[in-house]
């Protein structure tokens, strides 16, 4: 259910504000905007069984459309086991699409990684700034290959 932003919302109600981009599910909010024609989406807060579907639309959405991701998860205090399937389905996406991506990640999430990623398949960085630079060379290799 998408409704505006109220003080009186239960705390198991999905809203927006109108015209954003924002998304507050369950404890977590979902930000997406653009930083050098690279969509970023910016996610804080707990993913968890509440809002993991929520996540994964969202998520899946901006990667289907950007020309490159970056998925911010710096401020994520939980991320849960199925997240790392998201994580999955958004990168074999983006490479489906030769699309550039890279997470962003937090305490939390490294945790997981180290379980469900132990070979690090998934391309991370520490700052949307380093996710941005490894972008650029990957996209500057490329174009000297081509």
Same mark, same amino acid.
């Given at each position: 259910?998408?409704? +505006?932003? *109220?003080?009186?919302? +239960?705390?198991? *109600?999905?809203?927006?504000?109108? %015209?954003?981009?924002?998304? @507050?599910? &369950?404890?977590?909010?979902?930000?997406? @905007?653009?930083?050098?024609?690279?969509?970023?989406?910016?996610?804080?807060?707990?993913?968890?069984?509440? &809002?993991?579907?929520?996540?994964?639309? @969202? =998520?899946? $959405?901006? =990667?289907?459309? =950007?020309? %490159?991701?970056?998925? &911010?998860?710096? /401020?994520?205090?939980?991320?849960?086991?199925? %997240?790392?399937?998201?994580?999955? =389905?958004? %990168?074999?996406?983006?490479?489906?699409?030769?699309?550039?991506?890279?997470?962003?990640?937090?305490?939390?999430?490294?945790?997981?990684? &180290?379980?469900?990623?132990?070979?690090?398949?998934?391309?991370?960085?520490?700052?949307?700034? /380093?996710?941005?630079?490894?972008?650029?060379?990957? $996209?500057?290799?490329?174009?000297?290959?081509?």
């Amino acid at each position: 259910m998408i409704a +505006p932003l *109220s003080p009186h919302a +239960p705390p198991r *109600s999905l809203t927006t504000h109108a %015209g954003s981009c924002t998304v @507050y599910c &369950n404890g977590a909010t979902m930000r997406a @905007y653009c930083r050098s024609e690279i969509t970023v989406v910016q996610i804080t807060g707990e993913v968890d069984a509440t &809002n993991i579907d929520r996540f994964f639309e @969202y =998520a899946h $959405r901006f =990667a289907s459309d =950007a020309p %490159g991701l970056i998925l &911010n998860l710096s /401020e994520v205090d939980f991320l849960c086991a199925r %997240g790392l399937f998201v994580l999955r =389905a958004v %990168g074999s996406l983006c490479r489906a699409e030769r699309r550039p991506w890279a997470i962003v990640t937090s305490p939390a999430v490294t945790r997981l990684l &180290n379980v469900g990623d132990p070979k690090a398949t998934l391309p991370t960085a520490s700052s949307e700034r /380093e996710a941005l630079s490894a972008m650029d060379a990957d $996209r500057r290799t490329d174009l000297a290959a081509s």
